[in-house]
């Protein structure tokens, strides 16, 4: 049980429980101490020694970030001893750095950047030894440049730790420690998959997703292309914060509008896809429910989760469901039946996502996605790419005139909008799940035990004619790793999986919490936008995947029916085995049914 | 050949660095190689990345393949106001190699040490297991033809 504590912080008396360190008992009581590696929501790493402050009967500073407060502590945030110190150790950090903030990535959102302009620093002071270590852009998704790196060790913890992936690891020491992969292999040959986490915490520009902007402006303003664009459902909950609005707010029609004034030529949403998916990955489930199977499925939307399954854990790769993700299935059918629907070629069609995801331009490139004859969706823009996008069209997002989507692939459901916050292809999925095995419509629809930020998530739902069904969710790789475990250990041990249907995403919180959202990330604010997209759900008029019309015109003018033949050959997919240590396709783990 | 070294311990992580020197004592170029480590990346289920930073933390460990003879001249103050750094000079200009590398015949790698102990003899290197103090110019080429000539 935790003590309560008195301490004085800057002379002022606070009463705080004992099992908090100096920095979370100063932020509590809103008293600011400098920080470079320390981010509230990982363990503390130490390593910057920006933290100082005095604490009575102690000869030397302490760092706040890893000492625990204590009954009668005394601590002193600010002297000139302290400002020195901090200055000093900024001085020493920049004296190694690549200081070239107008053009790099995190500026304006840089760590590094506003404690340097915070403390006063004078950025010659020392002079500049930077390592002349080579960019990595190996990756699809990832881009490392250790000449901005402060060796904060935030992307180890959470690579290692928080996604248990084991990509990134410290390299040699003292003054020479830096970020790195098993014998430098860089990032496409080590076991990432590409989640952006490690971008999303890193305080600086030294992680960063792989820009596409480029090849989009061409396309855009390429006369013979027609460019076709899908937003996910985190998109419009994650645009607000960046145009000074609230945070969470949902911006679906602004995000439209903004769209359609940079030149895309139509305006979808993977939402529309999100509601196809629960109708494809639904009929899989019960399908699957019906015929006894002891095996569970297991969702196939976040492909970061995707590759870390075929590393990881192949052996369960048959019960992964086989229904692309939302975002796949949009670009195959941009280039089948929208191009028949609107009598275009899909030889001229580019088809662009907007996703709050770096794996996502992983996931366009895999060679066993182009069912459509062609690359099935073209290019992978972040949110933050596309926040610059906004931005370099001059566009004033907060006071631009609401407009809707072009007709067709964009209209969606409750259903749709909450596969962007963990838990929500679950709850969509039991929404429509529970007709198609009773006939009958699930009254109450808010599942709440599967909504929240809990890692793992367990509920059990009463369904008529079948008994109870049982379902677990997970969000972040750690999280998966535990639920994975008592999957294969049950089917080892009893032959049977403890869940029937289980929702798994890379990232903490879901795609709100993705890795190509804007920097400063955190859980709380992964927390707001996902509340922003549940309140749509509550606002929209249909909440339910299989009531929306638009997909029920695709299956009769197109598919037929839920996996349908046709279905199965555009909207279905499968996975490969790949080594731990490079990433590699070592064979097929499953075959694609045709 | 790297299952055999591995067999000899149990798997257990504390046995991480034994099985790191093992290796790299055996292995006729004194390192640890990027197959070595993912056998004992399997072997301990140990990641290869956390093997990896083990291994560049420690200086003790190569990841490269090394010289038959292994030089570490000491960096350390007191052996540098004795004037390592003549020292250093005349083992690059004698072997044409930089620190951490091996000359293109394969016998030697020039590597730098943390203090061997023995300031009294300063400047000091090691050669393998021997050590060499009280070094001038001279001696440094009086010792490496030696171990040449003994080669
Ligand atoms: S990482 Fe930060 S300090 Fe470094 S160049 Fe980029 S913005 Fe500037
Ligand atoms: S993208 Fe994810 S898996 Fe890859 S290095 Fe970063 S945190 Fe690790
Ligand atoms: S890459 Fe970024 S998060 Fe990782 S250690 Fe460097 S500065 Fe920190
Ligand atoms: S913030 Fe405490 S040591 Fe870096």
């Known amino acids: 049980m935790a003590k309560t504590v008195n301490v004085w912080l800057d002379g002022h008396h606070v009463e705080v429980p004992d099992t908090m360190t100096i920095i979370e008992a100063a932020d509590k009581y809103g008293v600011h101490i400098p920080r470079l590696c320390y981010h509230p929501d990982l363990p503390p790493t130490a390593n910057c020694g920006v933290c100082v402050v005095e604490v009575s009967g102690n000869p030397t500073p302490k760092r706040a970030c890893c000492t625990p407060v204590a009954e009668g502590m005394k601590i002193t945030t600010n002297s000139n001893k302290l400002r020195s110190y901090r200055k000093t150790l900024t001085e020493m950090i920049l004296s190694h750095h690549d200081v070239k903030c107008p053009t790099c990535s995190a500026n304006n959102k840089c760590e590094l950047q506003s404690l340097a302009n915070n403390l006063g620093v004078n950025p010659d002071a020392l002079p500049n030894i930077m390592p002349n270590t080579p960019i990595d852009d190996s990756s699809l998704s990832i881009v490392r440049d250790v000449t901005k790196c402060i060796a904060c060790g ?84 994650s645009l607000a914060e960046e145009f000074g609005m609230e945070l969470g707010t949902v911006t679906a029609k602004k995000m439209y509008a903004a769209l359609r004034k940079i030149g895309f030529d139509a305006i979808m949403d993977t939402n529309f896809t999100a509601d196809l998916t629960i109708l494809e990955e639904g009929t899989e489930c019960v399908t699957k429910l019906k015929s006894g199977s002891k095996r569970p499925l297991i969702t196939s939307c976040s492909p970061g989760w995707i590759k870390f399954m075929e590393t990881y854990y192949p052996d369960l790769a048959d019960c992964v469901s086989t229904a692309k993700s939302p ?48 690359q099935d969706t073209d290019f992978v823009l972040t949110t933050r790419e596309f926040i610059r996008m906004i931005k370099e069209a001059g566009i004033d997002f907060k006071e631009i005139k609401e407009e809707d989507a072009d007709e067709g692939m964009s209209f969606y459901t409750g259903a749709g909008t909450i596969f962007g916050a963990t838990g929500g292809v ?65 089917l080892a041990t ?26 400063g990330n955190n859980m709380a604010m992964r927390a707001r936008r996902g509340e922003g997209l549940y309140k749509e759900d509550r606002n929209l008029p249909i909440r339910k995947s299989h009531h929306n019309p638009e997909v029920t015109r695709i299956y009769e003018r197109f598919l037929g029916s839920p996996n349908s033949p046709l279905a199965v050959k555009l909207l279905h997919t499968h996975y490969f085995e790949r080594s731990v240590n490079t990433g590699q396709i070592i064979k097929e783990a499953t075959h694609k049914h045709h | 050949m790297y ?149």
């Open chain 1, 154 to 237: 935030r992307c180890v913890t959470v690579c290692n730790e928080v996604q248990t992936v084991y990509a990134l690891t410290f390299s040699d020491r003292g003054i020479h420690a830096h970020i790195d992969t098993a014998f430098s292999n860089g990032i496409a040959n080590s076991p990432c998959v590409n989640c952006g986490q490690c971008t999303v915490y890193c305080p600086t520009g030294a992680l960063r997703e792989r820009n596409d902007l480029d090849g989009v402006w061409e396309a855009i303003l390429d006369p013979t292309k027609h460019v076709v664009v899908q937003e996910a459902p985190a998109i419009r909950v």
């Open chain 1, 327 to 374: 975002m796949s299935m949009f670009g195959v059918l941009a280039k089948t039946y929208y191009t028949q629907e609107h009598g275009l070629d899909p030889a001229n069609i580019v088809s662009v996502a907007i996703m709050p995801c770096t794996a996502k331009k992983f996931e366009a490139a895999r060679p066993e996605l182009r069912d459509s004859g062609y």
């Open chain 1, 494 to 519: 009893t032959g049977e999986s403890p869940w029937h249907f289980v929702e798994i995403m890379a990232c903490p919180g879901g795609c709100v919490g993705g890795g190509g959202q804007p920097y």
């Open chain 2, 3 to 151: 299952k055999e070294i591995c067999n000899k311990y149990a798997p257990t992580k504390d046995n991480l660095i034994y099985i790191l020197h093992d290796i790299q004592d055996t292995h006729p170029q004194h390192y640890i190689s990027e197959e070595a480590v993912e056998v004992v990346s399997e072997y301990l289920k140990v990641p290869a990345n956390h093997i990896f930073g083990v291994l560049t933390f420690y200086s003790m460990y190569s990841t490269k393949p090394r010289g038959t003879n292994i030089i570490r001249l000491c960096e350390s103050p007191p052996c540098y106001i004795k004037g390592s750094d003549n020292i250093l000079r005349k083992l690059k200009t004698m072997l044409s190699v930089n620190v951490g590398e091996t000359t293109k015949d394969g016998a030697f790698t020039l590597e730098l040490a943390a203090c061997l102990g023995v300031c009294g003899n300063a400047p000091v290197m090691m050669v393998n297991d021997d050590v060499y103090g009280d070094l001038t110019e001279e001696k440094i080429e009086e010792i490496i033809g030696k171990i040449r000539g003994g080669n």
């Open chain 1, 426 to 490: 679950m709850e969509a999925a039991i929404r429509s799940a529970y007709t198609l095995v009773t006939g009958e419509e699930l009254e109450a629809i808010d599942i709440m035990a599967v909504r929240g930020l809990k890692g793992v998530k367990e509920a059990t739902i009463p369904v008529p004619g079948f008994g109870d069904l049982r379902v677990v969710v997970a969000h972040g790789l750690s999280n998966a790793r535990i639920v994975m475990d008592k999957i294969r250990e049950g």
